[in-house]
C-alpha cells in the first residue's frame, strides 16, 4: 500500500481504511454503512463488489439509478443523494492526497459534494496516479471508452478508444472535480483503499 498517499490523504482529513483486496474494502464498506439508507451513483467497483444485493439482502434502504428502468432513473438519482451515506468510486487519487472526479450526469459529484453526510469511496489501485494530468490521461485512456460502451454514447472514445475531447450531445466528461478536503456539510469522508484493480 502506498504510504505517502495514505498520509497526504490523512493530513487532509479523509479517513483511510486499507483492504488487501475486494472482499476486504466490502466488509469494510458494510461495516461503516451499519442499518444507515445509501445511495450509489454511477459505479462499476460497487457492482464488483455486489454491494446493492448485499445492501437490500440485510434490510438497507438502498437507491441505486443503475438497478431501476429508464423512466424511474432521474427518481432514484434524486432519492440517492438524500440518503444518509453516499457510496462511490473515485476517478482517481493523486499521490498528494486528492481526489478526481469526472461526471456526465452530474448526480454522482453532486452526491459526493452536496448529498449525504457519510461519504464512502471504494477505490482499486490502479487509479492512483501520481499528478493531475496523469490522472486525467488514465480516467480518459481506461474508463471513459468502456463507459461510453456500456452506456451506448456514439463517442469518438467509443469507437476508437481514443479521447478527442468530443463536442457532441453523447460527451460524458461534462465536469472535472478535484476535491481537496472534506466539504463542510461532510461529517465523515471515508476512503477505502483496495490493494488491487477494482472498477475502471
Ligand atoms: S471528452 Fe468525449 S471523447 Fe473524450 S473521453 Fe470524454 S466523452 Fe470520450
Known sequence: MNADLIRNMERRNFLVHTAANAE???AIALSLIGKRSVGIGGSKTAKQLGLYDTLTGQGNEVHWHW???????????????????YLAS?????ED???VEIDGTGNRVAGILYGPPYVILIVGNQK???D???AIARIKRDACPENARRLGKKTPCAATGI????????????????IEWPLRIHKEF???LVDEPLGL
Open 132 to 134: 493531475f494530468d496523469s
Open 67 to 85: 438497478m431501476v428502468d429508464k423512466a424511474h432513473k432521474q427518481e432514484e438519482r434524486d432519492r440517492a443523494i438524500r440518503c444518509e451515506v
Open 190 to 192: 471515508h476512503v477505502i
Open 128 to 130: 492512483v496516479c501520481p
Open 97 to 99: 492526497g486528492r481526489i
Open 90 to 94: 473515485a476517478n482517481a487519487l493523486l
Open 163 to 178: 479521447c478527442a475531447d468530443c463536442r457532441t450531445q453523447e460527451r460524458m466528461c461534462n465536469a472535472t472535480v478535484l
Open 24 to 26: 476486504e474494502a466490502k
